[in-house]
């Protein structure tokens, strides 16, 4: 009943932020030996959305950022989630785990492929580097990903 619970309000928080996406106020880009080019892509009420490849799929993943959009003035922690598109089943050597529930990303997606997300700013001055911890499913958070940051364009 627990898992139910929480995989509603967990669906309910993903669909709440899809309906105010905007672009992101500066196009900017990291690099991840994980998760390769990551690039701001639009913020969601609260959320500032980050997206990379992904290599199955639509190709594409999400990291929402919960008090990234529009707030850059400290380097966190901040928490969120991250979504990749669904897979069927567990990959042959099980790198790639299935979650037991559905969620509902920003992209309108249906996933299983979901976990939450730790992220913290190198600096005050964003856009900096950042260190990122993320979880599968309703896991803790424990795999560390840091992103370089390598292009900033000013307005």
Not at 14 to 26: E, I, L, N, S, T
Not at 50 to 64: A, P, Q, R, S, W
Request: glycine fraction near 10%; charge should be negative; aromatic fraction near 10%.
């Amino acid at each position: 009943m627990l898992a139910r619970f929480a995989a509603l309000a967990l669906t309910a928080l993903f669909v709440g932020c899809a309906a105010v996406a905007q672009p992101a106020p500066d196009p900017v880009t990291w690099e991840s030996r994980t998760l390769g080019k990551i690039t701001y892509d639009v913020e969601a009420g609260p959320y500032g959305v980050l997206k990379y490849e992904t290599v199955f799929g639509d190709n594409i993943g999400l990291l929402f950022i919960d008090g990234l959009a529009g707030e850059f003035g400290g380097p966190g922690p901040l928490k969120g989630f991250w979504t990749e598109s669904d897979v069927s089943h567990d990959d042959d050597d099980d790198n790639t785990l299935i979650c037991p529930v559905t969620v509902n990303d920003d992209y309108g997606r249906t996933t299983r492929n979901w976990g939450r997300l730790i992220i913290a700013f190198t600096s005050d001055d964003f856009p900096t580097d950042f260190v990122l911890m993320r979880g599968r499913c309703f896991e803790d958070p424990t795999d560390v990903i840091s992103g370089k940051l390598v292009k900033q364009l000013r307005r």
